[in-house]
């Protein structure tokens, strides 16, 4: 590590009474060695003359500035080639997809074999179920979390359907111990344990979406494997905000969106991943199309289904060039700031945010997320519902409400800074006193 990126470490994740003022704030965000990435995006607009306090990239990141000239290039490259962009463009569109593997892989931390960007994020999920959700009449259950995204409690009720099964009785779902927020981790291996040799499937969202809770992958995972079971992750709320290392945890299958932290865009093409050890095993079935078909034999057009060796098996059609030239840019950036440091800030950010709010609001204000989490807060406000959103928009500041009560806010540590966490807090007393 050279000097230059050393400063953060520095500064402290817990913070004293004298670190909470503006000033504080800022000499923080000056010694930030990530400091320089935020002028890099762009923000919403002022409004009634205030700045933007943009706090929700867990809903849809800020678009970086290189964004645009990325897609422009192959826009400009699909006018001066036609058809011919597939070969001739500066970066060919037949092997587009490929050129954002490497950072696809370090950012999840896997193989480059293991991953693949690709359709959204539920269309994925149910690829990746058609895979590795494949009841028996002793071993069906699929275990998810009580406050699972609503569109993974459809995609795996209506697998379980699909295969014949009633959900009521395969859909099971972890619940908080009584007088918790969210559910500890001895529960979910208790529940994979009790579920036994009846458990088919296990599938967390890692961070959960509504309380900003992150599992250790790894003892999940590990439990599953014990009981005979599968074990996949929804990292909608992972990729890009936690670190992650999906091979050495030995997940068996990941998916995730790139439209949220990963800042691709509205609609931006999303992730999966499988691990090496299932790529090859023909005992797992995978719908297919012609994009995952060896490449050499792609254009003979035979009828015959020869695999791609890589998750890129599970390729369907060619993908959207645009939403992958948006996702290059962004991760690009991400490359350059590494997960390790993002992650770094993303604590101190997170955790400022934290004593920010205590000290302004102590139990009027109940926070979800346990300290297990990557850079979003999930909190209720005591006595209040969701007309405060309209305070929040008054003041130009962006946070987002989910039914039926949770707030969720989000320093994210490429274009947040000390500063803006100051300033929420603070305009949070204005509307909230
Ligand atoms: C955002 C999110 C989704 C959204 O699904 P799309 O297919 O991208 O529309 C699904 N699941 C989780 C956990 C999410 O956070």
Redesign the pocket.
Same mark, same amino acid.
């Given at each position: 590590m050279n000097t230059k990126t050393s400063s953060l470490i520095n500064t402290p994740v817990t913070f004293s009474a004298q670190t909470k003022s503006r000033q504080a704030a800022r000499a923080f965000d000056a010694a930030d060695e990530l400091r320089e990435f935020r002028a890099r995006f762009n923000f919403p607009e002022e409004k009634n003359g205030l700045k933007p306090l943009y706090f929700a990239g $867990?809903?849809l990141g800020l678009m970086p500035k290189r964004t645009e000239d990325y897609v422009r290039e192959e826009l400009a490259e699909w006018g001066r080639y036609g058809v011919e962009g597939h070969f001739h463009a500066k970066h060919p569109w037949l092997p587009y997809h490929e050129f954002v593997t490497p950072a696809l892989a370090r950012l999840v931390g896997a193989k480059p074999n293991e991953v693949v960007a690709m359709n +959204?994020? +539920?269309?994925?999920?149910h690829l990746m179920l058609v895979s590795f959700y494949r009841p028996t009449k002793k071993r069906y259950k699929i275990l998810i979390e009580n406050n699972?995204?609503?569109?993974?409690k459809y995609a795996v009720d209506s697998q379980a359907r699909f295969h014949g099964f009633d959900p009521r009785e395969t859909v099971v779902e972890l619940k908080p111990r009584k007088g918790q927020l969210t559910v500890d981790k001895e529960s979910v291996l208790e529940q994979i344990k009790k579920h036994g040799s009846s458990l088919a499937l296990v599938l967390l969202?890692n961070c959960?979406?509504l309380s900003g809770q992150n599992f250790v992958m790894a003892d999940v995972v590990k439990a599953a494997h014990d009981v005979g079971a599968l074990c996949g992750f929804?990292l #909608? $709320?992972g990729a890009g905000n936690i670190q992650l290392n999906l091979h050495g945890d030995r997940a068996d299958f990941a998916v995730w969106?790139s439209?949220?932290y990963l800042n691709s865009g509205p609609?931006g093409i #999303?992730g999966a991943f499988v691990h090496e050890e299932h790529i090859h095993s023909k005992k797992i079935p995978r719908f297919e199309g012609w994009w995952g078909h060896d490449k050499a034999s792609r254009f003979k057009m035979g009828p015959r289904f020869k695999a791609i060796s890589t998750a890129e098996a599970w390729q369907l059609s060619n993908p959207p060039i645009l939403q992958l030239a948006a996702l290059r840019a962004s991760l690009e950036i991400f490359d350059e700031a590494t997960m390790a440091r993002l992650h770094r800030k993303s604590r101190a950010l997170t955790n400022y945010l934290q004593d920010l709010l205590r000290d302004a609001f102590a139990d009027r204000l109940q926070i979800v997320t346990p300290h297990e989490r990557g850079s979003m807060l999930c909190v209720r406000l005591r006595g209040r519902d969701k007309s405060v959103m309209n305070d929040f928009a008054g003041r130009n500041i962006f946070v987002d409400f989910r039914e039926p009560d949770i707030f969720r806010l989000t320093p994210a540590p490429l274009y947040n800074s000390f500063e803006d966490v100051y300033m929420l807090v603070e305009s949070m007393k204005a509307i909230l006193e």
């Open positions: $867990h809903s +959204t994020l +539920t269309v994925n999920l699972t995204f609503p569109s993974d969202g959960n979406y929804n #909608a $709320h969106c439209y949220k609609g #999303a």
